[in-house]
DNA sequence: CATTTTTATGTAATCAGTTACGTAACCAGT
DNA sequence: ACTGGTTACGTAACTGATTACATAAAAATG
C-alpha cells in the first residue's frame, strides 16, 4: 500500500528519513527496557562529554555536527537530569565549558553497557543485510516498522547473553 | 571533526536523518536550476495524484505513510500554487476528494522530466557506491556534505545530456 | 590604542512533520 | 428509526531540529 516503495531511488531520503524516526523511536524502548529515562538525541553529546572532559559549545556542535542551538538545548535538558553542568571558561568570558557532573559519571557505565549491546545488535542486523544500500534500507524498514520487531530481537540477545 | 563517524552503527539513525535532510535541500536546488518552484516534501502527494486521477485524504495519506494532517498541510500549499483542487464527494460526505487542476496536469510532463533526471543520477550516484550500508552511507555524506557537489554533478549531467 | 572583524553564545522565529483531540457522517445491530 | 462504534477530516499543540538575528568578548589591524 505505499506507493513510495514503487518510485526507487527517487524518494530515497524521505524513506531515510522515515526509517531514521523510527530507529529513534525503537531506541528510546532499549533505555526503557532497562528502566533508564535517557533519550537518544542526547548520546552524541553525552558520549562526546565522556570522551573530551570538558568542551565548549561551538566546540561541540562542530564535533557533532549539530548547530549550536541545539547543543544548548541538550544541555539545558542534561542540566535538568543532573548529569551535565558548564561554568564560565577562565581564559575567555565568551565560552562556557560543559562537562559531566559527579552523577553524571557515575550514570555512564550503565549507559555504555547499553551502547555496546545496542552496537551488537545494529552490527548484527547490518551485516546480516549489508547487500546494498536500497535493499538495506528497506530490510531495516521490515525490521523497524513491523511495531516491537526490534525491541524483542534485542531482549531476545540480552537474556541469550545473560545465560 | 565528526566524532559521529567513529561511533559506528551505534549513530546510524542520526546519520540518515541529516543524510535525508541534506539530500532534501540539494532537491530544491534542482528545482531551483529549472526554474521551477517545487518542493521535494510535495512529490509523493503530487505524484500519487498524477497516477490516482481523484483520491481521499486519508486514503493518500496511507499510500503515502505519512499522517493525513500533513496530506491536509501539503493540499493547501499546492491548492494555493494552483496545481491540486478539492471537491466534497457525493457518495460520501465526510470525504474530501483531491484532484490535479488543469494547471498542475500542464505541470506534470515538466516535472516528470525533472523526476527522471533525478532518478538516473541517484541510480548512478548509488550503483557506483552500493556495498554495504554504511559505505554507502558515509558516501552519499560525501557528496551532500560538500556544498554543491550534487547540482554540480547533477549540471554535468544535464549538459552531457544535451550534447 | 581605537576600530574593525571575528568568534562564542543566546534567543526567537521557522520548518516539516507528528500526536492528540474534536466533530460530523456513515454503518451495524437492534 | 435509534444508538454505539468507526471513519474522514480538521485544528491545535508539540517535537526536534534548523536558520536568522542580537550581543558581548577577543583578536587583528592600522
Redesign the interface.
Request: aromatic share 14%; glycine share 2%.
Given at each position: 500500500?505505499?506507493?513510495?516503495k514503487e518510485?526507487?531511488?527517487?524518494?530515497?531520503?524521505?524513506r531515510?528519513?522515515?526509517?531514521?524516526?523510527l530507529?529513534?523511536k525503537q531506541?528510546i524502548n532499549v533505555y526503557r527496557v532497562h528502566g533508564i529515562d535517557f533519550e537518544?538525541k542526547w548520546?552524541?553529546l553525552f558520549?562526546?562529554l565522556s570522551?573530551k572532559e570538558s568542551i565548549g559549545v561551538m566546540e561541540a556542535s562542530?564535533?557533532?555536527?549539530i548547530s549550536h542551538p541545539a547543543v544548548i538545548q541538550f544541555v539545558k535538558e542534561l542540566e535538568k537530569k543532573g548529569w551535565v553542568m558548564s561554568e564560565k571558561s577562565p581564559e575567555d568570558a565568551r565560552k562556557r565549558i560543559l562537562k559531566l557532573t559527579e552523577k553524571g559519571w557515575a550514570f555512564l557505565p550503565q549507559l555504555q553497557e547499553i551502547?555496546d549491546n545496542?552496537?551488537t545488535v545494529?552490527?548484527q542486523l547490518?551485516s546480516k543485510?549489508?547487500?546494498?544500500?536500497?535493499r538495506?534500507?528497506e530490510a531495516?524498514e521490515q525490521y523497524f516498522l513491523k511495531d516491537g520487531f526490534y525491541i524483542d530481537y534485542y531482549q531476545k540477545y540480552i537474556d541469550e547473553k545473560s545465560k
Open positions: 500500500m505505499d506507493i513510495i518510485l526507487g531511488p527517487l524518494a530515497i531520503a524521505s531515510m528519513k522515515r526509517l531514521a524516526e530507529v529513534f531506541a537518544p548520546f552524541p558520549y562526546l570522551q562542530e564535533y557533532l555536527n551502547w545496542i552496537k545494529n552490527q547490518i543485510e549489508a547487500h546494498d544500500l536500497m538495506s534500507v531495516f
